[in-house]
Each structure stands twice: as C-alpha cells, then as structure tokens.
Nanobody, 126 residues
Framework: QVQLVESGGGLVQAGGSLRLSCVAS????????MGWFRQAPGNERELVAAISPSGGSTKYADSVKGRFTISRDNAKNTVYLQMNSLKPEDTAVYYC???????????????????WGQGTQVTVSS
C-alpha cells in the first residue's frame, strides 16, 4: 500500500521561505513521477510542481515559476518543495501526490494522480 506523508508546513511572513517534504513508502519510489498540489478554500486543487522519476524533468505552475523548486532524493524516498519569496496568495493546504502508473513523463492533470498525502497547511501572512 502506497503511503505519502508530508511535513514542513507552517506560518511564514510574506517574502519568507519554507521547505516541504514528502516521504513515500509502499513501492519503488524511483519509478514514479511525484507531484505537489495545493488547494485554497473555495478553490480547485491545482498542480504546483511535478518531477519525473529520475528528477531530470520538472514542471511548474506559472504562478510559482522562479520562486518554487521541486526536487527528489530517490535514496531517501523523499520529494521536496522549496518555496521562496512566498506571497499571501500561496496560502493553501499542500498535498503530495503520485500517479498509479509508472511513466517517464510528467503528467500535469490532477486526474493522473492516484495516491495523495494528508496535506500540510501553509499560511503566508502579509
């Protein structure tokens, strides 16, 4: 059974930084794309960033390009989201997610992701 456990959320002032972590278990981590999504109250859950199994390909939402960096450590079964220059509009619950199938490609559709973590709250104050 695949389990995803996020950590690292919290309260930060605008302009600050946070690093989220997600530890995966239950299958061969290095064969699967990993993604970070977020959902603010009243909004749809949206892709923030995703990374290919090898880490060689990444995709980002336009709203976070240049500020957020996704990375992974396959030896530790962990994916990270480094968030810099945070803005109040980044406030949301952030979820780690993984597809149900192995592929070298990086899907961006929420429908492609089958496994989800419990979420971690990120709050950015102005």
């Amino acid at each position: 059974q695949v389990q995803l456990v996020e950590s690292g959320g919290g309260l930060v002032q605008a302009g600050g930084s946070l690093r989220l972590s997600c530890v995966a278990s239950g299958r061969a981590f290095n064969r699967y794309t990993m993604g970070w999504f977020r959902q603010a109250p009243g909004n749809e859950r949206e892709l923030v960033a995703a990374i290919s199994p090898s880490g060689g390909s990444t995709k980002y939402a336009d709203s976070v390009k240049g500020r957020f960096t996704i990375s992974r450590d396959n030896a530790k079964n962990t994916v990270y989201l480094q968030m810099n220059s945070l803005k109040p509009e980044d406030t949301a619950v952030y979820y780690c997610a993984a597809p149900g199938y192995s592929s070298p490609y990086v899907p961006t559709s929420r429908d492609a992701y089958y496994y989800w973590g419990q979420g971690t709250q990120v709050t950015v104050s102005s």
